[in-house]
């Protein structure tokens, strides 16, 4: 359909009402998906309503704007899709997702939300738009240039008396090949209640990433039985200390005691964590450089390579339970010497020297990125957006 602007006319919305899935595909011209009857500069318009939509999956539309022809944000304010399940969003050039304004049961029930290569998102989850996704399961993004953070909680007020709640159904992430991305989690605030269900963290080359997690957020992961990080070549920590601190010290908007501060050093507990893998980390240091102790009761299997600055996994006390001899990989070889990181610091030639660790001229090249798109396969993402969804 190389001609078309839009998709339909409002007129047809109301005939539309069955309409469960919709799929727009390779659509060059295309600058939204409903032709609103007052035109651009009608604003306020009445609402537009798919009732029964539960699948959207829009990619490869170079011109596409909005949903509807009177915004420049892909899911304005008038939208209303009550029971979308899945979104797909593929190679699309619109900057922002949905708009702040949204209202919560407009945009309730996605379970599953895939963003690939649109190149002009720099938020997934905006400022205040963390309570619009309270059924998200899957998220992935994936190859988007300009993303700089994939959750920012920025100007949310976190008072003793306050805490906010949010993405509590979210059970796997996944952030591939975002080069920009500095942030998972931006300015968390410190009485945030959520990501207790996350189950899966897996994160690739994401080059501008200096650390994951800060206390804060790592102690909400209950539940987190895997967590994967690959070639992140800025990344020092996995959690860092500095940023809860620079927290402290700097915004108004987080009310702290003495007592909130040494919280810092407390006991962070993974129960379920299973599995960590850690691979061509070329400046990781540590695991954590702060005096948090760790502990790691069902951790069964530890795989640190490619990391040739790693001279310890952490500062403070260290429980690591069922890990042991047979279950542990340090430079691709088995290797254990009673602690980890006794271990860890009698492996340094390993993991400067292991063939894990490779680094190309050209690893900088957006044609990687374009190579991975061209791998990429529809029905994988299908497999991987919905692998739970039983």
Same mark, same amino acid.
């Given at each position: 359909?190389?001609?078309?602007?839009?998709?339909?006319?409002?007129?047809?919305?109301?005939?539309?009402?069955?309409?469960?899935?919709?799929?727009?595909?390779?659509?060059?011209?295309?600058?939204?998906?409903? %032709? *609103?009857?007052?035109?651009?500069?009608?604003?306020?318009?009445?609402?537009?309503?798919?009732? *029964?939509?539960?699948?959207?999956?829009?990619?490869?539309?170079?011109?596409?704007?909005?949903?509807?022809?009177?915004?420049?944000?892909?899911?304005?304010?008038?939208?209303?899709?009550?029971?979308?399940?899945? #979104?797909? #969003?593929?190679?699309?050039?619109?900057?922002?997702?949905?708009?702040?304004?949204?209202?919560?049961?407009?945009?309730?029930?996605?379970?599953?939300?895939?963003?690939?290569? &649109?190149?002009?998102?720099?938020?997934?989850? %905006?400022?205040?738009?963390?309570?619009?996704?309270?059924?998200?399961?899957?998220?992935?993004?994936?190859?988007?240039?300009?993303?700089?953070?994939?959750? =920012?909680?920025?100007? #949310?007020?976190?008072?003793?008396?306050?805490?906010?709640?949010?993405?509590?159904?979210?059970?796997?992430?996944?952030?591939?090949?975002?080069?920009?991305?500095?942030?998972?989690?931006?300015?968390?605030?410190? =009485?945030?209640?959520?990501?207790?269900?996350?189950?899966?963290?897996?994160?690739? !080359?994401?080059?501008?990433?200096?650390?994951?997690?800060?206390?804060?957020?790592?102690?909400?992961?209950?539940?987190?039985?895997?967590?994967?990080?690959?070639?992140?070549?800025?990344?020092?920590?996995?959690?860092?200390?500095?940023?809860?601190?620079?927290?402290?010290?700097?915004?108004?908007?987080?009310?702290?005691?003495?007592?909130?501060? @040494?919280?810092?050093?407390?006991?962070?507990?993974?129960?379920?964590?299973?599995?960590?893998?850690?691979?061509?980390?070329?400046?990781?240091?540590?695991? &954590?450089?702060? =005096?948090?102790?760790?502990?790691?009761?069902?951790?069964?299997?530890?795989?640190?390579?490619?990391?040739?600055?790693?001279?310890?996994?952490?500062?403070?006390?260290?429980?690591?339970? !069922?890990?042991?001899?047979?279950?542990?990989?340090?430079?691709?070889?088995?290797?254990?010497?009673?602690?980890?990181?006794?271990?860890?610091?009698?492996?340094?030639?390993?993991?400067?020297?292991?063939?894990?660790?490779? @680094?190309?001229?050209?690893?900088? +090249?957006?044609?990687?990125?374009?190579?991975?798109? $061209?791998?990429?396969?529809?029905?994988?993402?299908?497999?991987?957006? $919905?692998? +739970?969804?039983?």
């Amino acid at each position: 359909l190389p001609a078309m602007k839009g998709l339909f006319p409002e007129s047809m919305v109301k005939c539309l009402v069955q309409l469960q899935q919709l799929i727009l595909f390779r659509c060059k011209k295309v600058e939204y998906i409903v %032709a *609103k009857k007052g035109g651009e500069d009608e604003k306020d318009s009445e609402t537009i309503v798919f009732p *029964k939509l539960t699948y959207l999956n829009l990619q490869d539309l170079d011109m596409l704007r909005s949903f509807c022809s009177n915004s420049d944000i892909l899911f304005p304010k008038q939208v209303f899709l009550p029971n979308l399940e899945t #979104l797909y #969003l593929g190679r699309i050039s619109v900057v922002h997702i949905v708009d702040y304004q949204m209202q919560g049961g407009s945009f309730h029930k996605p379970r599953g939300l895939d963003v690939s290569y &649109c190149e002009k998102v720099f938020n997934v989850v %905006a400022p205040g738009q963390q309570k619009l996704f309270p059924n998200l399961q899957f998220l992935r993004v994936n190859g988007c240039c300009e993303l700089e953070a994939v959750f =920012n909680f920025e100007g #949310l007020t976190a008072r003793r008396d306050h805490a906010e709640v949010t993405l509590g159904q979210l059970k796997s992430l996944e952030l591939f090949y975002l080069p920009k991305l500095m942030h998972v989690w931006r300015m968390v605030p410190k =009485n945030l209640q959520g990501f207790q269900n996350l189950t899966w963290i897996e994160i690739r !080359k994401c080059d501008s990433l200096r650390y994951l997690l800060s206390p804060t957020m790592a102690k909400l992961f209950g539940n987190l039985m895997l967590l994967q990080v690959y070639e992140c070549k800025m990344i020092e920590e996995i959690i860092d200390t500095e940023e809860d601190l620079l927290k402290i010290k700097i915004l108004d908007e987080i009310v702290t005691t003495k007592e909130e501060e @040494q919280m810092i050093g407390d006991t962070i507990l993974f129960p379920q964590l299973k599995e960590i893998s850690i691979t061509n980390l070329e400046n990781l240091n540590c695991f &954590c450089s702060g =005096n948090c102790e760790f502990q790691f009761p069902s951790l069964n299997k530890l795989e640190i390579s490619g990391c040739p600055n790693m001279k310890t996994f952490s500062s403070g006390p260290l429980s690591t339970g !069922k890990l042991g001899e047979g279950n542990i990989s340090i430079g691709g070889q088995e290797f254990w010497m009673g602690d980890l990181n006794t271990t860890i610091q009698n492996a340094s030639e390993l993991l400067k020297h292991d063939n894990y660790y490779e @680094q190309d001229e050209d690893d900088d +090249d957006d044609k990687q990125i374009e190579e991975a798109a $061209e791998e990429d396969d529809d029905d994988e993402r299908d497999k991987q957006i $919905e692998r +739970d969804d039983e």
